[in-house]
């Protein structure tokens, strides 16, 4: 005990001396001499005598240096109980936080898991759903298994290509829409430069996630300028009513950011495409909006970055990173034909407004002009010297603009040529967006914000629009008559300009 026995007995075993309540305890736990080890029992212990005088204090006790040491030892073993206290407390913090992490990472992965397997749910019973409604043949079977696998592996590649009938049906498209063309007047409702200058900003809409902020593209429904779908970075396609400001329908399936978004002659039926390599059809049901899959194409190994419609809406491109284009067939959702452009890497596209003459823009800076009849290249555009972002036709049918990181390009395709070189923005600043109005009166420009040039006024600014995150504007849409334009930015919010 460090202090005189109160209770002193003798150890008959080793012969030392013990304070007795000290040394039975010792003996009720072990059973041996505390000092040499020896076995011992209580009754080897023999009680000594001594007086009742008052015990003495401890020597380092008597005076002050001796107290103040007492005190200095008492502090050195609470610090360095308190100091071992806080080291197990922050290790058992790094514990919690990477058992948290563990169970986050987890999380995500079981997240992931269960959306590619409704992905592959919903593209089984698409595939099942387009093979019951294909049309027999001759030997009763079905869809891919007349072109020979039930799986369908070559079964969405076409064996014959582009046939005749196809090309009998773009011709007439073409020669339809070009006769109608000469015709059509600019419609008296369409926006004049100085109602494009007053545009300005209505609505600001948070439409997709904002952990993957983003919109990549916007579409509008044919016959109405009000229904919108949005391309999203967070792998979803909105569909939005601008005019009520609701949201009709969200399409989630595909696994990566959505690149490009179109609608299909109406608002029924909307293609998708996407950075998992795929392109996928929405159906819409008898509800407004319950859209579904109604088929998934996935016949190219490159992320597909930009989908172009037929005027007719039959018929649907897809230009992918891998430097192919696929020409589908809309009804049968099948690959009618694939075109490999050795060594390029698309990165944006556009169709004519006559149907015939397809753009795609490389990363490596090049503009090439495609016949969608023959297949054949039959232009080459150069003079950008960086990736091109973003391609649109003018609705006349004469001019087509070409977004790149070095500026805007007009081409004249009549003169195949440059007839205009537009730089907006500072120098540094690339443009990562272009669209014609449908009167071809207006072209919308983004890159740092947004510019309205005018086709009839030299291609002279009439309007600039500001309020965007760093990053930039990402995409432009026209609404009716110009007098709207929708602008997606790299947060996730979709900004409606109105006159």
Same mark, same amino acid.
């Given at each position: 005990?460090?202090?005189?026995?109160?209770?002193?007995?003798?150890?008959?075993?080793?012969?030392?001396?013990?304070?007795?309540?000290?040394?039975?305890?010792?003996?009720?736990?072990?059973?041996?001499?505390?000092?040499?080890?020896?076995?011992?029992?209580?009754?080897?212990?023999?009680?000594?005598?001594?007086?009742?005088?008052?015990?003495?204090?401890?020597?380092?006790?008597?005076?002050?240096?001796?107290?103040?040491?007492?005190?200095?030892?008492?502090?050195?073993?609470?610090?360095?109980?308190?100091?071992?206290?806080?080291?197990?407390?922050?290790?058992?913090?790094?514990?919690?936080?990477?058992?948290?992490?563990?169970?986050?990472?987890?999380?995500?992965?079981?997240?992931?898991?269960?959306?590619?397997?409704?992905?592959?749910?919903?593209?089984?019973?698409?595939?099942?759903?387009?093979?019951?409604?294909?049309?027999?043949?001759?030997?009763?079977?079905?869809?891919?298994?007349?072109?020979?696998?039930?799986?369908?592996?070559?079964?969405?590649?076409?064996?014959?290509?582009?046939?005749?009938?196809?090309?009998?049906?773009?011709?007439?498209?073409?020669?339809?829409?070009?006769?109608?063309?000469?015709?059509?007047?600019?419609?008296?409702?369409?926006?004049?430069?100085?109602?494009?200058?007053?545009?300005?900003?209505?609505?600001?809409?948070?439409?997709?996630?904002?952990?993957?902020?983003?919109?990549?593209?916007?579409?509008?429904?044919?016959?109405?300028?009000?229904?919108?779908?949005? #391309?999203? *970075?967070?792998?979803?396609?909105? !569909?939005? &009513?601008?005019?009520? %400001?609701? =949201?009709? +329908?969200? /399409?989630?399936?595909?696994?990566?950011?959505?690149?490009?978004?179109?609608?299909?002659?109406?608002?029924?039926?909307?293609?998708?495409?996407?950075?998992?390599?795929?392109?996928?059809?929405?159906?819409?049901?008898?509800?407004?909006?319950?859209?579904?899959?109604?088929?998934?194409?996935?016949?190219?190994?490159?992320?597909?970055?930009?989908?172009?419609?037929?005027?007719?809406?039959?018929?649907?491109?897809?230009?992918?990173?891998?430097?192919?284009?696929?020409?589908?067939?809309? #009804?049968? *959702?099948?690959?009618?034909?694939? !075109?490999? &452009?050795?060594?390029? %890497?698309? =990165?944006? +596209?556009? /169709?004519?407004?006559?149907?015939?003459?397809?753009?795609?823009?490389?990363?490596?800076?090049?503009?090439?002009?495609?016949?969608?009849?023959?297949?054949?290249?039959?232009?080459?555009?150069?003079?950008?010297?960086?990736?091109?972002?973003?391609?649109?036709?003018?609705?006349?049918?004469?001019?087509?603009?070409?977004?790149?990181?070095?500026?805007?390009?007009?081409?004249?395709?009549?003169?195949?040529?440059?007839?205009?070189?537009?730089?907006?923005?500072?120098?540094?600043?690339?443009?990562? *967006?272009?669209?014609?109005?449908?009167?071809?009166?207006?072209?919308?420009?983004?890159?740092?914000?947004?510019?309205?040039?005018?086709?009839?006024?030299?291609?002279?600014?009439?309007?600039?629009?500001?309020?965007?995150?760093?990053?930039?504007?990402?995409?432009?849409?026209?609404?009716?008559?110009?007098?709207?334009?929708?602008?997606?930015?790299?947060?996730?919010?979709?900004?409606?300009?109105?006159?």
């Amino acid at each position: 005990s460090g202090s005189v026995p109160e209770e002193p007995v003798v150890s008959k075993v080793s012969g030392h001396l013990y304070e007795k309540r000290l040394v039975l305890k010792i003996i009720q736990e072990t059973g041996r001499d505390p000092v040499t080890d020896e076995p011992l029992a209580a009754g080897d212990l023999v009680t000594l005598q001594v007086g009742k005088a008052i015990n003495p204090r401890p020597t380092p006790a008597t005076s002050i240096p001796g107290l103040l040491s007492l005190f200095q030892n008492e502090w050195d073993v609470t610090v360095l109980e308190l100091h071992q206290l806080r080291t197990s407390l922050h290790k058992t913090r790094q514990e919690l936080s990477h058992a948290l992490y563990q169970h986050d990472a987890a999380t995500r992965v079981i997240a992931r898991l269960l959306q590619e397997r409704d992905g592959y749910r919903a593209a089984a019973e698409a595939a099942a759903a387009t093979r019951a409604a294909a049309p027999a043949d001759a030997n009763g079977k079905r869809g891919a298994e007349a072109d020979g696998g039930e799986d369908g592996g070559d079964a969405k590649k076409a064996k014959g290509g582009v046939t005749a009938r196809v090309v009998e049906a773009l011709t007439a498209a073409s020669d339809e829409l070009s006769r109608g063309r000469k015709k059509r007047v600019v419609p008296p409702s369409t926006a004049t430069p100085e109602e494009v200058g007053r545009l300005a900003l209505a609505h600001t809409l948070p439409l997709h996630k904002t952990r993957k902020g983003g919109i990549l593209a916007i579409d509008l429904a044919p016959g109405s300028g009000d229904l919108a779908a949005t #391309a999203g *970075a967070d792998g979803c396609v909105q !569909v939005y &009513d601008v005019a009520g %400001a609701r =949201s009709v +329908a969200e /399409l989630a399936g595909h696994s990566k950011r959505v690149n490009d978004v179109r609608f299909l002659g109406s608002a029924d039926l909307l293609a998708s495409a996407s950075a998992d390599r795929t392109v996928r059809l929405w159906r819409r049901g008898e509800a407004e909006g319950d859209y579904a899959a109604a088929a998934t194409l996935a016949d190219q190994a490159g992320e597909v970055v930009a989908l172009v419609v037929h005027p007719s809406n039959d018929y649907l491109v897809a230009a992918a990173a891998d430097g192919t284009w696929a020409f589908y067939d809309v #009804a049968q *959702a099948l690959c009618l034909t694939k !075109v490999a &452009d050795e060594g390029a %890497a698309y =990165s944006a +596209a556009a /169709l004519h407004p006559d149907g015939l003459i397809l753009s795609t823009g490389t990363q490596g800076a090049a503009v090439k002009i495609w016949e969608t009849r023959t297949q054949k290249n039959v232009a080459n555009f150069e003079g950008h010297t960086g990736r091109i972002n973003s391609l649109s036709f003018s609705e006349n049918g004469y001019y087509m603009a070409s977004a790149a990181t070095d500026g805007v390009r007009i081409w004249d395709l009549r003169k195949l040529k440059t007839i205009r070189t537009l730089n907006l923005f500072s120098e540094g600043t690339p443009t990562t *967006a272009v669209a014609f109005d449908y009167s071809g009166l207006f072209l919308g420009v983004g890159g740092s914000d947004v510019r309205v040039v005018g086709a009839k006024q030299d291609w002279a600014e009439l309007a600039t629009l500001t309020g965007f995150p760093k990053k930039g504007v990402s995409s432009l849409r026209f609404g009716t008559d110009a007098k709207r334009l929708l602008v997606g930015a790299s947060d996730h919010n979709l900004r409606v300009f109105d006159v």
